[in-house]
């Protein structure tokens, strides 16, 4: 049997809906990103988050089914993020993913929203093999994991306050871009010169494979304080900042590689679109006989085509379910991820 899942995300600020056929890949997926209604608070607000799930999950179903061709009587499974994340935004998108399968006796698979991130590069092609590194990297996330299999992870690091998302985001704010910053922030750096301001490196010799960005946030702020506010100071500011936070996240990955004997790093999460980070990268880990792997730029931020392929992998290591009583987990360890819940 090869089964169509229907993937469901709604644990922050992106409503996505996708079909994977198990056979034929991903069929169709569709997102509705939350930018423009989180802009003028200058970050997510839960509720209009969770409001606003509601409002386009029904209607990116059915775009999801028009284009892959299908209808609702042809999925075999509906998948949805049960964690981590806004605890009233996993409950619309838990929600609608078990009323939907309980109207048509379908399994449902809660899956996790990291694990999601971790085998999205799968989805590409050339795809890694397993073992590999993963370096998670996103607003709320900064993690290096060891990758044997589906359900097979170890966390070998992890930031102990800030992610590095969170840092982009929180830097450019300091320096008055609007939200999300991350990529505005990357923009203006392409203009900042080399070398006028040195950032810190929070826990670059630490001698682990922790990371620690609030430091790095206090630092930009230091600067941007003491320093004219002229667009030239803010470019030169942009680029300091995103020089030390791509520096960390390097040396952490090639560390990570070298502890565990490998040579395959794939890079997951909103901030693996970052164009310096992923030259770095490469440079690094080509160098040292390695190869990088990233999604494609599409499913780099959330999506639901992650999570419906995720729910295919977790139907071939786990017994189909339909139970349909659910609860979400706004913190969950990916570790303690348990095939049998």
């Keep these: 049997m090869n089964p169509l899942i229907l993937g469901i995300e709604s644990s922050c600020d992106e409503t996505g809906i996708a079909l994977y056929h198990s056979e034929r890949g ?6 509705h990103s939350q930018i423009a209604l989180h802009n003028e608070y200058g970050g997510v607000v839960p509720e209009l988050a969770s409001r606003d799930h509601v409002r386009h999950a029904l209607p990116l179903l059915r775009s999801a089914l028009q284009n892959a061709g299908c209808t609702l009587r042809d999925i075999d499974a509906v998948a949805y993020t049960r964690g981590p994340g806004l605890s009233g935004a996993l409950l619309v998108g838990a929600s609608i993913a078990c009323a939907l399968a309980y109207s048509l006796n379908l ?3 809660g899956v996790h929203h990291l694990e999601g991130h971790l085998l999205s590069p799968l989805l590409s092609d050339p795809a890694p093999k397993f073992p590999f590194v993963a370096l998670l990297v996103s607003g709320g996330h900064t993690q290096l994991m060891r990758v044997d299999g589906v359900g097979r992870y170890t966390l070998l690091g992890e930031s102990v306050d800030d992610a590095a998302g969170e840092a982009f985001d929180k830097s450019a704010k300091l320096l008055g871009l609007d939200y999300p910053g991350g990529a505005l922030l990357a923009k203006l750096a392409q203009t900042g010169v080399p070398g006028r301001f040195r950032l810190p490196r929070p826990m670059l010799h630490s001698g682990d494979l922790d990371f620690s960005f609030s430091g790095l946030k206090t630092a930009v702020l230091l600067a941007a304080q003491q320093n004219p506010t002229d667009p030239q100071t803010r470019a030169d500011i942009a680029h300091a900042a995103q020089e030390a936070i791509v520096d960390v996240l390097v040396s952490k990955a090639q560390n990570a590689l070298k502890q565990c004997k490998l040579h395959q790093l794939v890079v997951a999460g909103g901030v693996g679109a970052n164009r310096l980070l992923r030259e770095r990268l490469q440079t690094a880990v080509s160098q040292r ?10 499913f780099c931020t959330d999506n639901g085509a992650m999570i419906a392929f995720a729910g295919a992998m977790r139907l071939q290591h786990q017994d189909a379910r339909r139970d349909y009583r659910f609860n979400v987990k706004p913190r969950w360890d990916l570790q303690a991820l348990n095939y049998a819940e």
Excluded at 26 to 31: D, G, I, Q, R
Excluded at 289 to 298: A, I
């Design 289 to 298: 006989g390695g190869k990088v792997f990233y999604p494609d730029l599409e």
């Design 107 to 109: 399994p449902t698979i």
């Design 26 to 31: 991903l069929l169709a997926h569709t997102l």
